[in-house]
């Protein structure tokens, strides 16, 4: 059974012309150029610069345009070294830390046992594609071959306002590493931080096509933008935000018709959202006095809403402007940012 592999990211490498044979089942090999460790299970810097020389399984959702927390500017962004890599935080590192217990209850609830491969699963004809799996799920009678374990911590509220089982970037990560590994199975384990509650390991199938088409989609990605030096669209304000930070004082730009179509779209968008607005607060207000003293609302058992009293702290900036104002002006914070307004 092949293993890890490591690659010289200087070196260039060319492109076979059959482009898509390796996604059947890649071969891995082992060299000896870089050594990617944990040191106590806490990245250290010098292994969080090397992610610029490759794509990870944690960044293939973002370079597809499917991270909530990166857009593919944004990676493109890191990549080139146009922005420098964030090291750990006490999140992504509490999250290391707690990854042993995680995979210790994971072989305790399914009778699996996993081993820790701390160094990264390489492609062999695309060297940029990496990925470093949490756990190696050791082969038993219940699973024949080898498999993944992807362990996640995360909070509950993230999970309560998941749509689906769990975030699409963790299937397209745990995709990722199948497709590197040549395995046929993987597990997810999740852990909410917040209530110390483990979930049940998720078993997640290796799906051919799927691994194809993201596989195809990130090589095109990388070579369209990172070797090419071209930036991808801007996805979202703070792309934009990021392109152009700050406004030329009285610069203008002329609409044309396609603008001015775009212009009178969001007029109208505008106002049906002002419309469901109100219509929204007046229901809300209707139920709300049937309500009266009552805090929940209720159909044959089944809650329907609530009007529950919330006692919230804020800090009374204007009391304290008032009685400290030099202390106030001491601590005050400038910042700048550009306001979009529609003129009516």
Same mark, same amino acid.
């Given at each position: 059974?092949?293993? &890890?592999?490591?690659?010289?990211?200087?070196?260039?490498?060319? *492109?076979?012309?059959?482009?898509?044979?390796?996604?059947?089942?890649?071969t891995?090999?082992?060299?000896?150029?870089?050594?990617?460790k944990?040191?106590?299970?806490?990245?250290?810097?010098?292994?969080?610069?090397?992610?610029?020389?490759?794509?990870g399984?944690?960044?293939?959702?973002?370079?597809?345009?499917?991270?909530?927390?990166?857009?593919?500017?944004?990676?493109?962004? *890191?990549?080139?070294?146009?922005?420098?890599?964030?090291?750990?935080?006490?999140?992504?590192?509490?999250?290391?830390?707690? @990854?042993?217990?995680?995979?210790?209850?994971f072989?305790?609830?399914?009778?699996?046992?996993?081993?820790?491969i701390?160094?990264?699963?390489?492609?062999?004809?695309?060297?940029?594609?990496?990925?470093?799996?949490?756990?190696?799920?050791?082969?038993?009678?219940?699973?024949?071959?080898?498999?993944v374990?992807?362990?996640?911590?995360?909070n509950?509220?993230?999970?309560?306002?998941?749509?689906? @089982?769990?975030?699409?970037?963790?299937?397209?990560?745990?995709?990722?590493y199948?497709?590197?590994?040549?395995?046929?199975?993987?597990?997810?384990?999740?852990?909410?931080?917040?209530t110390?509650?483990?979930h049940?390991?998720?078993?997640i199938?290796?799906?051919?096509?799927?691994?194809?088409?993201?596989?195809?989609?990130?090589i095109?990605?990388?070579?369209?933008?990172?070797?090419?030096?071209?930036?991808?669209?801007?996805?979202?304000?703070?792309?934009?935000?990021?392109?152009?930070?700050?406004?030329?004082?009285?610069? $203008?730009? @002329?609409?044309?018709?396609?603008?001015?179509?775009?212009?009178?779209?969001?007029?109208?968008?505008?106002?049906?959202?002002?419309?469901?607005? /109100?219509?929204?607060?007046?229901?809300?207000?209707?139920?709300?006095?049937?309500?009266?003293?009552? @805090?929940?609302?209720?159909?044959a058992?089944?809650?329907?809403?609530?009007?529950?009293?919330?006692?919230?702290?804020?800090?009374?900036?204007t009391?304290?402007?008032?009685?400290?104002?030099?202390?106030?002006?001491?601590? &005050?914070?400038?910042? /700048? $940012?550009?306001?979009f $307004?529609?003129?009516?």
């Amino acid at each position: 059974m092949t293993r &890890l592999l490591h690659h010289n990211t200087n070196q260039t490498t060319s *492109l076979p012309d059959n482009r898509w044979a390796f996604l059947l089942l890649p071969t891995l090999k082992t060299t000896n150029t870089m050594s990617m460790k944990l040191l106590d299970n806490i990245p250290t810097q010098e292994w969080v610069d090397a992610r610029q020389e490759y794509l990870g399984g944690s960044e293939v959702a973002a370079a597809l345009g499917k991270s909530p927390y990166q857009t593919p500017f944004q990676l493109w962004l *890191l990549k080139t070294g146009r922005r420098e890599p964030q090291g750990s935080t006490p999140i992504t590192e509490m999250g290391h830390i707690l @990854e042993p217990v995680c995979a210790e209850k994971f072989t305790e609830i399914t009778g699996l046992k996993v081993r820790n491969i701390s160094e990264p699963y390489e492609h062999p004809e695309y060297p940029f594609l990496r990925g470093n799996i949490d756990r190696q799920i050791v082969s038993s009678d219940k699973h024949p071959g080898p498999g993944v374990l992807e362990i996640k911590t995360t909070n509950s509220f993230r999970l309560r306002n998941e749509p689906n @089982e769990y975030p699409i970037s963790w299937h397209f990560q745990l995709m990722h590493y199948l497709m590197l590994t040549g395995y046929s199975y993987g597990y997810l384990m999740i852990l909410e931080r917040d209530t110390g509650y483990f979930h049940d390991p998720i078993y997640i199938e290796r799906n051919e096509e799927l691994i194809a088409i993201n596989t195809q989609k990130v090589i095109e990605w990388w070579e369209d933008h990172v070797i090419a030096d071209v930036p991808p669209d801007a996805m979202t304000d703070e792309d934009l935000l990021i392109l152009y930070p700050d406004a030329k004082e009285g610069e $203008t730009v @002329e609409a044309n018709p396609k603008l001015y179509a775009y212009f009178q779209q969001l007029q109208k968008v505008r106002d049906r959202l002002n419309e469901y607005k /109100t219509h929204k607060e007046s229901l809300e207000h209707l139920l709300k006095e049937e309500l009266g003293n009552a @805090e929940h609302m209720t159909l044959a058992g089944r809650r329907l809403l609530s009007w529950k009293n919330s006692t919230q702290r804020r800090f009374n900036t204007t009391t304290f402007k008032k009685e400290h104002p030099q202390l106030y002006k001491e601590f &005050l914070k400038e910042t /700048t $940012t550009r306001r979009f $307004t529609i003129n009516t």
